[in-house]
């Protein structure tokens, strides 16, 4: 744990960007471990508008997308939820994340939370060398992926790797599953199963529209 907590200290704000098609338990344990860590305050937890590195794909509703969140949040006092970059028209990109945060929060110390998978693709973000002064980036390790900051060209002392209980969850694989009628409890929040249920999301996903498996 980074440090104790402080009178009169500047707050530390966690920055939880992600498509969240749905939101699962891997990104709510890396939030909440990460907010441990580092002393946290709050993690707000950002949906993407129209997710650059996933133009060719097909993104469920960005509404859909801020209720699951919303839901899954909910019952954290230190969870919130941001509409900033659904607001946004047009792609999202972080560095706009980013500064959009910094001007709500600007007595803040923002620390912006990623996978393994994700902080590989950091420098092919637009205006990445923009990005480091106006957070902390945490990356948590995610199986599947390589922990390993050291093969990354990363700027020094901008990015940590911390190890996180290992949850081997994605969110193509919720859709997946969803999409040829498997549960998917326990992967995601209760309320974000019955959203999907009643909601039909993902209806048409999964390869299986033969209703085979
Ligand atoms: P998709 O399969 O659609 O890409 P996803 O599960 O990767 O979904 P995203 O919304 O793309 O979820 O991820 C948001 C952020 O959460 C990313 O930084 C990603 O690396 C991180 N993340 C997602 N799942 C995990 C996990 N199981 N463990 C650790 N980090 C995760
Ligand atoms: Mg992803």
């Known amino acids: 744990r980074a440090s104790g907590r402080q009178e009169g200290r500047r707050s530390r704000v966690g920055i939880m960007g992600g498509t969240f098609d749905p939101i699962h ?11 441990w860590v580092y002393d946290l ?7 993407t508008g129209r997710p650059v590195f996933k133009l060719d794909k097909q993104v469920s509703e960005a509404e859909d997308r801020y209720l699951m969140t919303v839901i899954a949040t909910a019952s954290n006092p230190k ?20 500064r959009d945060m910094k001007a709500l929060r600007p007595n803040s110390d923002l620390y912006f ?7 590989a ?13 106006l957070a902390h980036f945490v990356a948590v390790s995610r199986p599947g992926y390589s922990s390993n900051l050291k ?10 790797m911390i190890e996180i209980p290992a ?26 199963v019955q959203y999907i249920n009643k909601h039909g999301l993902y209806k048409d ?3 299986a529209g033969d209703g085979s498996r």
Do not use: C
């Open 113 to 119: 939370i990623t996978g393994a998978d994700a902080v």
């Open 25 to 35: 338990n891997g990104h709510l344990v890396a939030a909440s471990e990460v907010a």
């Open 79 to 98: 969870f919130t939820v941001s509409r900033v970059d659904i607001d946004r028209p047009g792609i999202t990109y972080t560095i706009d994340t980013l």
């Open 151 to 160: 093969d990354l060209p990363l700027p020094d002392h901008k990015v940590d």
């Open 167 to 192: 949850l081997a969850i994605s969110s193509t694989d919720v859709r997946r599953r969803a999409g040829r009628g498997m549960p998917v409890w326990y992967l995601v929040p209760d309320g974000v």
């Open 121 to 133: 693709e950091i420098m092919r973000w637009k205006d990445a060398d923009q990005m480091w002064d």
């Open 205 to 207: 996903r999964g390869g």
């Open 41 to 47: 305050d709050e993690v707000i937890f950002v949906p």
